[in-house]
Nanobody, 121 residues
Framework: QVQVVGSGGGLVQAGGSLRLSCAAS????????MGWFRQAPGKEREFVAA???????YYADSVKGRFTISRDNAKNTVYLQMNSLKPEDTAVYYC???????????????WGQGTQVTVSS
């Protein structure tokens, strides 16, 4: 059984930084794509970033240059470093495991419980 647990959210002022972590147990993440999505109140879940087995990365246009996704295979953990945060980045952030670095959340099978990120202006 695979478990994916996200953490690291919090409250930060605009321009600040946060680092989210996503730890997996049960199966190694090495050969899988890991993605981060976010969902703001009243909005659909949207793709943020993904990283594949060879550490190639993919980003939504809205976060390019500000967010960095990385992975530590030895720790079975994926990170999302978020810099220059904006109030519009406020959302619940979810990590998930998938096969391909797609922006379609339906292509990801195991999801973390979500961690709240709030950016104040």
């Amino acid at each position: 059984q695979v478990q994916v647990v996200g953490s690291g959210g919090g409250l930060v002022q605009a321009g600040g930084s946060l680092r989210l972590s996503c730890a997996a147990s049960g199966r190694t993440l090495t050969t899988w794509t890991m993605g981060w999505f976010r969902q703001a109140p009243g909005k659909e879940r949207e793709f943020v970033a993904a990283i594949i087995w060879n550490s190639s990365t993919y980003y939504a246009d809205s976060v390019k240059g500000r967010f960095t996704i990385s992975r530590d295979n030895a720790k079975n953990t994926v990170y999302l470093q978020m810099n220059s945060l904006k109030p519009e980045d406020t959302a619940v952030y979810y990590c998930a495991r998938g096969r391909l670095p797609t922006a379609n959340p339906n292509e990801y099978d195991y999801w973390g419980q979500g961690t709240q990120v709030t950016v104040s202006s």
